[in-house]
């Protein structure tokens, strides 16, 4: 059986027993709906037009936010992890923001941006880019200096040496560093949306709480699942295709597997 | 003035537990297309040495001139080899013997002509297309050579480079090296801990004594090339410059 059929396997046994406790009554159907009720909900939602609106105000929201935390963190990071000497300047800010959950910053947010789109790309991108610098950062240091020893002594200016060997050195590194903000913008859309906003998902699933509609309450979490599943999909798909040296180096080979994903 | 002179070079790095003495008045000189090796009790400071020359490295006092220049920091023209291959792992063989030209902003013909002869000189046809970790560790110092020549560096500086292949493999490279050595002909500065590779490569060899290091000896080899058929005459070489270390 191949690793898609696996999974698709274990998704079919669980959405069977949920239909069956909640279609027999074992759980409330009105605290616990049925997956073929929330199905049913999902085409009257995009029938009515507004479940397209919400997913893609949230998209919007995410990928603004997670391009530019990327923007910011990846030539900031490379600089502090190359002058230790600047980043010792940096170091208090880090360490203070960091442990900052992203919806501490919604209250500052809505007072500096107000009600809508940028109060929650503002809280995404400071949810996500923190995670993502240190990240970076430190993957940057940990670039194997001989090998960049190597590299000046063929000719190498230092900026050659940076663009030809210390970005493809950390580039496993930021694929990870992607995987990791791309799943922190969703919590922070979320978050943000409950409170920030007056569309999106979040405030579809805080919409749908006060009206007691538990399907659109689950159907939204649903969707932020499959959605943030579907774009980490995406981003190991081009780590796959762009870091195809690293194939026959990784260490759960010695582990008895035998996959690139 | 010879090719490249160093001038009572002293060396001294310090850490926590104090100051470490590695070279203390190092002087030698080494003439253009001359093959010469440097060999010492592992620890001496043979790799310091290369480092300052190749200039990583800065003297305490003592200078090193390269054509009458001093050395001031790395450039190509003394492109070091290193005892583990180090090639770069995101790159095939053909993009890792490229490096060199692609960074000096060679034209892309000129580059694929060049890598060509160059795979060729080391035998690696049909590799040109694998990732380093698909190689050997023979078949990757080979890489590391060919990328090195690219750039047609007018000093080699090889830091026991054939340490940690086997020694069939070793013998291969040894000769491929001195056939390599003979048609460029750069200058090679090779630090090796075997008195066989010295006496197997070099015009001539600098002994140096134990940390901090001085020159001991130089010993100058008048066995003419291809000398892997005389292996004889090179062992009783070998017993009698051991009988002169000792004395």
New interface residues.
């Given amino acids: 059986m191949t690793r898609g059929l696996k999974g698709l396997l274990s998704v079919m046994v669980f959405l069977g027993v949920w239909e069956f406790v909640s279609r027999s009554k074992l759980i409330d159907p009105l605290l616990l709906p049925p997956p073929s009720s929330l199905l049913f909900r999902a085409r009257v939602l995009l029938e009515r037009g507004d479940l397209l609106g919400h997913v893609g105000a949230s998209l919007f929201r995410v990928l603004l936010g997670f391009i530019m935390a990327i923007v910011v963190s990846f030539p900031l990071g490379l600089l502090l992890g190359l002058y230790p000497k600047v980043a010792d300047y940096f170091d208090p800010f880090l360490q203070l923001f960091r442990p900052l959950a992203p919806p501490a910053w919604i209250p500052l947010a809505i007072l500096w941006f107000g009600i809508g789109d940028r109060a929650a790309i503002f809280i995404i991108f400071i949810g996500t880019v923190f995670s993502m610098l240190l990240g970076i950062m430190g993957a940057t240091r940990r670039v194997n200096k001989e090998l960049v020893k190597v590299g000046l002594t063929l000719g190498a200016d230092q900026r050659k040496a940076v663009f030809y060997i210390v970005i493809p050195f950390i580039m496993p590194f930021v694929f990870t560093q992607l995987r990791i903000g791309l799943a922190l913008a969703w919590m922070c859309v979320v978050a943000s949306e409950m409170v920030a906003v007056e569309r999106g998902i979040g405030f579809m699933m805080m919409e749908a709480r006060n009206l007691f509609r538990t399907e659109d309450v689950l159907l939204g979490m649903a969707i932020v699942g499959a959605l943030g599943y579907g774009l980490d999909l995406l981003i190991r798909q081009i780590e796959h295709k762009a870091l195809k040296w690293t194939k026959g180096l990784m260490v759960h080979e010695l582990f008895g597997g035998n996959r690139s994903l | 003035m010879s090719f490249l002179e160093v001038i009572g070079v002293c060396k001294t790095f310090w850490n926590q537990k104090g100051p470490l003495e590695v070279l203390r008045d190092v002087s030698f000189e080494v003439e253009r297309g001359e093959f010469v090796a440097i060999i010492g009790p592992s620890g001496c400071g043979k790799s310091t040495l290369l480092s300052l020359i190749?200039g990583?490295e800065k003297p305490e006092s003592g200078r090193i001139l390269l054509e009458g220049r001093p050395v001031n920091r790395?450039?190509?023209d003394?492109?070091?080899i290193?005892q583990?291959p180090?090639l770069?792992?995101?790159?095939t063989v053909r993009e890792n013997v490229e490096?060199?030209l692609?960074?000096?902003g060679v034209s892309k013909e000129e580059r694929r002509r060049r890598v060509k002869e160059l795979i060729e000189k080391v035998r690696l046809e049909g590799f040109e297309d694998r990732?380093p970790?698909?190689l050997s560790g023979g078949m990757k110092q080979r890489v590391a050579l060919a990328?090195?020549l690219?750039?047609d560096p007018l000093l080699l500086l090889m830091d026991e480079p054939f340490a940690s292949v086997d020694a069939l493999t070793r013998s291969h490279l040894q000769q491929e090296l001195v056939r390599i050595w003979r048609e460029y002909q750069n200058t090679i500065i090779f630090v090796t801990h075997s008195l066989k590779e010295a006496l197997l490569l070099a015009d001539r060899i600098l002994i140096l004594t134990k940390r901090p290091a001085q020159i001991k000896m130089v010993f100058k080899v008048n066995v003419p090339r291809p000398r892997e058929d005389k292996l004889h005459e090179l062992a009783l070489l070998e017993l009698e410059l051991l009988k002169q270390l000792e004395s």
């Fill in positions: 190749a990583f790395w450039g190509r003394r492109v070091l290193f583990e180090l770069f792992p995101w790159l490096f060199g692609k960074v000096l990732y970790h698909e990328r090195a690219a750039v």
